[in-house]
């Protein structure tokens, strides 16, 4: 079919338009793995379990060794958006994504659809580091110096820096121009994490807010010394995602040692005499049989790894017999979840801050597609810490995450469909969205004592875990919300923000109608609870793994990913991650040098 585009100046623009566009097709394309060709009993010295984050670090890193590697993952290629930092959220919610809820409790969360939270996860290669904000972040010294304290100096701050280090490609300026920073970081890694020299008039007034309320301004916001109020640095490359899949996967998959099979799902671990030697795979509606000689390596994540063990017979023994499954080892799998807990406040403030027209939004696509530069490039950017402890001053409790909404954004759907509040929640914020700019401000606790859990529904491998969220089940975690919103609000009352009119948003909640001040708060935050998208801790060392990652009690199974982490790190969980997949890969390398 031919295309008339018109004549002069007009038809010419046109004409570049089309052809930059489909050139802009290849240029948003990345050599993602091929699929595999495995017949079904093949054997390899290595299984990975799930090509997320963890598991795609680990099977590259395996794939150096003179060893054959089968890495396994269910769901396919991440889609052409999940490079584009300013698309981050497209996929959740999709077929990308695992779209796992929590269990309704009656007790949080009661703001939310059934009472239930989103648990976005992702279902492709990259899992989760194919959907995430991009923020690389660290957590603090406290948090790995507390699991040395009982794993053993391998997990010592003083020891886990090297292994950041090592897949870090550090070329954010605000930090490499500062010889105190340069230390903490790494220059010959893999993963680029980078950090934009110049800063956006929204975030510049937020700042302000936040310097006036008494925060330092931090240049590196994974500095372990100091705390306050700063912009993150993140795995951005030429304004593409970067991520373990597209920095270490994506080029390892070239060596003739690896294999990597797509849309294959794995249903059990296959043991005998409480020794793992393969896996059970559904792939095309077929069963496979594939087998290890060395380890079965399971890196699914912190709700399908607890899913797996448990469907292999490897959990509580009284959960297992409830729905039929021989017990192979009784062990707390599942049990010790636990996740940051975010509460979305809400200001509304007159024009300005935020203010974007759609030219420009139209303009920054063209820009993206034409140079890799715009504010698709940009992901969530500011984040500020506070300290409620005395005698810990530079180690943060909370978290505030500050987003701007511009004027009828069309935040209505993405209310109910991303965050899951219930529709007259999300008609309340769209409705003020139509007078007023929102600036959100999630209020993040780091370090929550409640406990959930992980359990099958039944013993089919279809069908979804159950996940109990526990959110609140202790107290404690409730007691510094009212003091931690109270400083979000306090932003409306600086001096910027003052002079837009800001205002909290209030939500109306019956169930908080008419408490006094610090009670309504922290009836909001019980009320308005959601995932922070970091959970952790299903297969937890000290629990179910030792502190070498193996699995207690069975021989050649070991798990890497979030779910070996006892307790949260004070931070986003995605570069830890990668440091946790470093650190087994030494463990396994060392134990066959010694062998």
Same mark, same amino acid.
């Given at each position: 079919m031919e295309l008339t585009c018109g004549s002069g100046v007009a038809g010419a623009s046109v004409a570049a338009a089309l052809q930059f566009f489909a050139a802009s097709q290849c240029l948003l394309q990345e050599a993602w793995p091929p699929q595999a060709r495995v017949p079904n009993g093949s054997k390899?010295?290595?299984?990975?379990?799930?090509?997320?984050?963890?598991?795609?670090?680990?099977?590259?890193?395996?794939?150096?060794?003179?060893?054959?590697?089968l890495l396994l993952e269910a769901g396919g290629d991440p889609p052409q958006e999940s490079i584009i930092p300013g698309f981050k959220d497209s996929m959740k919610g999709s077929p990308y994504d695992w779209n796992f809820?929590?269990?309704?409790?009656?007790?949080?969360?009661?703001?939310?659809?059934?009472?239930?939270?989103?648990?976005?996860?992702?279902?492709?290669?990259?899992?989760?580091?194919?959907?995430?904000?991009?923020i690389y972040a660290r957590g603090f010294p406290a948090d790995?110096?507390?699991?040395?304290?009982?794993?053993?100096?391998?997990?010592?701050?003083?020891?886990?820096?090297?292994?950041?280090?090592?897949?870090?490609?550090?070329?954010?300026?605000?930090?490499?121009?500062?010889?105190?920073?340069?230390?903490?970081?790494?220059?010959?890694?893999?993963?680029?994490?980078?950090?934009?020299?110049?800063?956006?008039?929204?975030?510049?007034?937020?700042?302000?807010?936040?310097?006036?309320?008494?925060?330092?301004?931090?240049?590196?916001?994974?500095?372990?010394?100091v705390i306050g109020a700063g912009r993150f640095s993140h795995?951005?490359?030429?304004?593409?995602?970067d991520s373990s899949l597209t920095a270490?996967?994506?080029?390892?998959?070239?060596?003739?040692?690896?294999?990597?099979?797509?849309?294959?799902?794995? #249903?059990?671990?296959?043991?005998?005499?409480?020794?793992?030697?393969?896996? %059970?795979? !559904? &792939?095309?509606? =077929?069963?496979f049989h594939f087998y290890a000689e060395q380890e079965v390596i399971v890196s699914a994540g912190t709700f399908n790894t607890a899913k797996l063990l448990l469907l292999s017979g490897i959990g509580p023994k009284e959960d297992l017999k409830k729905v039929g499954?021989?017990?192979?080892?009784?062990l707390p799998v599942g049990e010790n979840l636990h996740d940051h807990i975010m509460v979305l406040t809400y200001l509304a403030a007159e024009n300005g801050t935020c203010y974007v027209?759609?030219?420009?939004?139209?303009?920054?696509?063209?820009?993206?597609?034409?140079?890799?530069?715009?504010?698709?490039?940009?992901?969530?950017?500011?984040?500020?810490?506070?300290?409620?402890?005395?005698?810990?001053?530079?180690?943060?409790?909370?978290?505030?995450?500050? #987003?701007?909404?511009?004027?009828?954004?069309?935040?209505?759907?993405?209310? %109910?469909? !991303? &965050?899951?509040? =219930?529709?007259?929640?999300?008609?309340?914020?769209?409705?003020?969205?139509?007078?007023?700019e929102i600036l959100t401000l999630a209020v993040v606790n780091l370090k929550p004592k409640s406990r959930g859990k992980v359990t099958l529904q039944s013993a089919d491998p279809l069908d979804v875990p159950l996940i109990y969220s526990g959110t609140f089940s202790d107290s404690r975690d409730l007691v510094n919300y009212p003091a931690a919103m109270r400083v979000a609000h306090s932003l409306a009352d600086t001096s910027y923000f003052r002079s837009k009119g800001a205002f909290v948003l209030d939500l109306g909640l019956e169930e908080c109608k008419g408490l006094r001040e610090r009670s309504k708060r922290k009836c909001v935050a019980r009320a308005t609870a959601m995932s922070a998208w970091h959970a952790v801790g299903t297969a937890a060392m000290g629990l179910v793994v030792d502190n070498e990652l193996r699995v207690k009690g069975v021989r050649g199974l070991r798990v890497v990913d979030a779910s070996v982490m006892p307790k949260v790190i004070r931070g986003n969980t995605n570069a830890p991650v990668v440091m946790i997949a470093e650190l087994a890969a030494d463990f396994i390398k060392k134990r066959l040098t010694s062998a």
């Open positions: 390899f010295d290595f299984i990975v379990v799930g090509a997320g984050t963890a598991g795609a670090a680990l099977a590259a890193r395996l794939a150096e060794l003179p060893h054959r590697v809820t929590t269990v309704n409790d009656h007790y949080s969360s009661q703001a939310l659809q059934d009472g239930s939270q989103r648990q976005p996860r992702g279902r492709m290669l990259g899992g989760s580091g194919s959907i995430n904000d991009m790995y110096d507390e699991w040395a304290s009982t794993e053993g100096d391998n997990w010592s701050w003083a020891n886990v820096l090297k292994y950041f280090k090592k897949t870090e490609h550090i070329t954010d300026e605000r930090i490499t121009k500062f010889s105190e920073l340069v230390e903490y970081h790494g220059f010959d890694g893999e993963i680029e994490v980078t950090g934009k020299k110049e800063s956006t008039f929204t975030t510049e007034k937020f700042l302000e807010g936040f310097r006036e309320l008494g925060f330092d301004i931090v240049r590196d916001m994974t500095n372990p010394n795995t951005i490359r030429d304004g593409k995602r270490l996967l994506n080029k390892a998959s070239k060596r003739d040692n690896l294999f990597v099979l797509k849309d294959a799902l794995v #249903t059990k671990v296959l043991m005998e005499d409480n020794v793992a030697n393969g896996v %059970k795979v !559904l &792939l095309d509606n =077929k069963e499954i021989e017990v192979v080892k009784d027209d759609d030219k420009t939004k139209h303009l920054n696509t063209i820009k993206y597609l034409y140079d890799m530069s715009g504010s698709l490039t940009h992901t969530s950017e500011l984040g500020a810490y506070i300290s409620f402890n005395n005698s810990a001053k530079n180690v943060p409790d909370f978290a505030i995450y500050s #987003t701007c909404m511009p004027l009828n954004s069309g935040f209505y759907d993405s209310c %109910k469909r !991303l &965050l899951g509040f =219930k529709p007259e929640i999300c008609e309340k914020i769209s409705s003020a969205n139509e007078k007023y």
